[in-house]
């Protein structure tokens, strides 16, 4: 494994490339991974979403040798496959295949890479399905999924990184087949890409994947400044109301000055997990809105872009970003119109649990801000994600992805070098970081409800009303003495809030 920056002549080409290599001998597999550092903070205004529809079209078009059904019928015996992936700053063309097919398969791969067919009825379908996403799925798909986008959009305000990368409603309109044509040759060049590969590869095929690589168009494109996070004067509410809504979806965040290439990460981390790693039922949030509230699903935090946690149970690769913020994830709690349809005794309330979990989460992250983690819970949580992140690349495609993302960062190997820095942590270390990264004070919430929980939940905000917890009356006979206790104090826990919007579901993303 290692990083070969070359200058190499061949076929009267020279050209300068960045290469990751992850060389396993025993392997029956080839992954080849491209990344150009655009990116959706590429799109120009008033085309937002068009690096998006330009990966796409390289990804789901053909060539000028083969159409993409074609292509389809091609590579359905070798059981490669392909993809691309576009986030803020960067683009991903990743390759798998067999290495009994790599005659048959890099064929496909150079064509799609050099010679897309950017065909009008390829655009037609990509831009309808991209058009839909926009306009329909993100709305109607996973409202988890939704307030998070509009917390970025929230969060990214005025900035290149506001617009979701698929783009806005109006943009997509405003997209041509010769927009795509023109980014392609402006942004998906030779001199903005590096290239990953990894799996039992020849020296000669990676030569001849370097050559021909260096045959993408040659510009030098000049890539926008990453906007920063806003920060809120105090919490500020954006609630979008939405008629049909399963619950109260809810994401806050505050923007955070450190990326993995910082060292203070890992200490971070630590506090972070404790806090509410995805996906993990020892965390504070999930022990408490879940498993001893049975509020929801899941609760959890984040100190760094987590894609698609919603399907994810490992953070994947291939999303590196240098702007960064600190997120806490409420997954849907009910709402008021539900609570009275199954409880006879809660037909008199107002609002459902969405303001009560939101004081729940800030509660205990305040109490860990002012007082720190505990010995024994650092210990536990350290040593869990020491053993926790080497399962981040379990698979080769991982593994690679990693690798590249650790250039992004300017380091070599992320999670060897993240090991040691957990390894030699201090309790004192962690609890710095938690003073120094995280407050309570001013921070952006977004929250996707029901139309008819909307203007409700707002009043209850806006006057820092106490929520009481719901329960029906056969679960609240039930509870011990220190959560009633508990739930008491958190009902009337003081809000920063300075401002709550509403904001009607299709006005969002325009």
Known sequence: MKTLI?????????????????????????????MFRNGSICDPQGKEGL?????????????QEYTFSEIQDVIFPMAARYSSNVDKEVSIFTFEFHTDFVKDFYPILKGLMLTPAFAESDFTRVMKNQQNYVDQVIRASSDEEYSKKALEDLLFRGTDYQH??????????????????????????????????????????????????AKLPDATPTIPKPGKANMPDGINVEIVAKDGAFGSAIFTGLPLNLTRSNDEFAALMVANSYLGEHRKSYSKLYQEIRQKRSMNYGDYSYIEWYDNGGSNMLPPPGVPRSSNYFAIWIRPVQ??????????????????????????????????????????????????????????????????GYLMDSRFYGRKNYIQELDALLAKVTLQDVNNAIKKYWQTGNMYVTIVTDASEAEPLAESLRNNTPSPMSYSNLVKAGLPEDIIQKDEAVANYKLNVKNVKIVNSADTFQ
Not at 369 to 394: C, H, P, W
């Open 6 to 34: 070359t200058l190499l002549l061949l076929g009267g080409i020279m050209f300068a490339q960045e290469v990751v290599e992850l060389k396993l001998p025993k392997s029956n597999k080839i992954v080849v991974k491209l």
């Open 51 to 63: 690096t998006y529809a330009t990966a796409n079209m390289i990804t789901q078009g053909g060539t």
């Open 335 to 400: 709402i008021a119109k539900q609570l009275k349809m199954q409880y006879d005794e809660l037909s008199d309330v107002n609002i459902g649990h969405a303001h009560f979990a939101l004081r729940m989460a800030i509660y205990e992250l305040n109490k860990l801000v002012e007082n720190g983690m505990t010995a024994e819970d650092f210990e536990a949580t350290r040593t869990f994600l020491r053993s926790y992140i080497k399962l981040y690349v379990q698979t080769p495609e991982r593994q690679l």
């Open 164 to 213: 979701m990368i698929e783009g806005k409603s109006a943009s997509m309109a405003a997209i041509t087949l010769d927009d795509i044509k023109a980014h392609y040759k402006k942004y998906f060049v030779k001199n903005n890409l590096m290239i990953g590969i990894a799996g039992n590869y020849s020296t000669d095929f990676l030569n001849m994947l370097k050559a021909d690589m």
